[in-house]
């Protein structure tokens, strides 16, 4: 079946840690993203890529870093300078610019 | 400043009560704009694109329609499992890939 992967589902971090979240997709899609979800808020754009070996930062870019070396992965790091890491981080893919983003299932990020 | 106002926040109805959500956007230039729905603990699924005013899209129970500021989400006879988080976003002309979220209505279908 094709679609995007998360993993873990759930994470857990102490203060002052690095942690890498997982995405993957088979969609074959060029582009891929990562988005924050707080309560009571909009979906926010943190890193997005066009194509391999090439991102740009989005709105809250700051104390995260990515990396895109093959097409179907775009892992994302929460390095401890992010300051408030605790929420609901989404990957999402697609075909072309002008295209509906297709969404993983989420990895939930607590910071201890 | 592209921005996307999502009412109302909850909105609670008995099964077969059929009613409508709102989205109003304020963007420069829309390129689409399209509805997800999210369940609790879930990623969004994607539901509809539309593109230009007067277009209407359908996919069971809900049917979407856009005017030049606003996209309504009409939900016909609706059923406990519709219950979900509807969120609406927008892509302007010139963004290329960024997507402007709502804070999404947060629906309730009581049997």
């Known amino acids: 079946d094709g679609g995007i992967t998360q993993s873990p589902k759930y994470l857990f971090r102490k203060e002052g840690q690095n942690v890498t979240l997982s995405c993957e997709q088979n969609?074959?899609?060029?582009?891929m993203y990562w988005y924050r979800q707080d309560p009571g808020q909009g979906l926010r754009l943190i890193y997005y890529?066009?194509?391999?070996?090439?991102?740009q930062k989005g709105d809250i870019a700051e104390g995260y870093s990515v990396s895109r070396e093959k097409k179907e992965s775009f892992p994302l790091t929460v390095t401890s300078a992010q300051k408030n890491p605790t929420a609901f981080y989404l990957c999402?893919?697609?075909?072309?610019?002008?295209?509906?983003?297709?969404f993983g299932p989420g990895t939930r990020l607590t910071v201890l | 400043e592209d921005q996307v106002t999502q009412s109302p926040e909850a909105l609670r109805l008995q099964e077969g009560e059929s009613s409508s959500l709102n989205c109003s956007y304020t963007?420069?230039?829309?390129?689409?704009l399209f509805w997800y729905r999210q369940d609790p603990g879930k990623g969004p699924e994607f539901l509809f694109t539309?593109?230009?005013a007067g277009e209407e899209k359908e996919k069971e129970r809900l049917k979407a329609t856009l005017t030049k500021k606003e996209s309504f989400l009409h939900i016909t006879a609706p059923k406990p499992e519709d219950s979900a988080t509807y969120l609406c976003?927008?892509?302007?002309?010139?963004?290329?890939?960024?997507?402007?979220f709502g804070k999404g209505t947060l629906l309730t279908v009581n049997p």
């Open positions: 999402a893919s697609s075909s072309s610019w002008a295209n509906e983003q297709f």
């Open positions: 969609l074959n899609h060029d582009a």
């Open positions: 890529s066009q194509i391999v070996n090439d991102f």
């Open positions: 963007v420069s230039g829309l390129r689409g």
């Open positions: 539309l593109y230009s």
């Open positions: 976003a927008v892509q302007a002309g010139g963004s290329n890939y960024k997507l402007t």
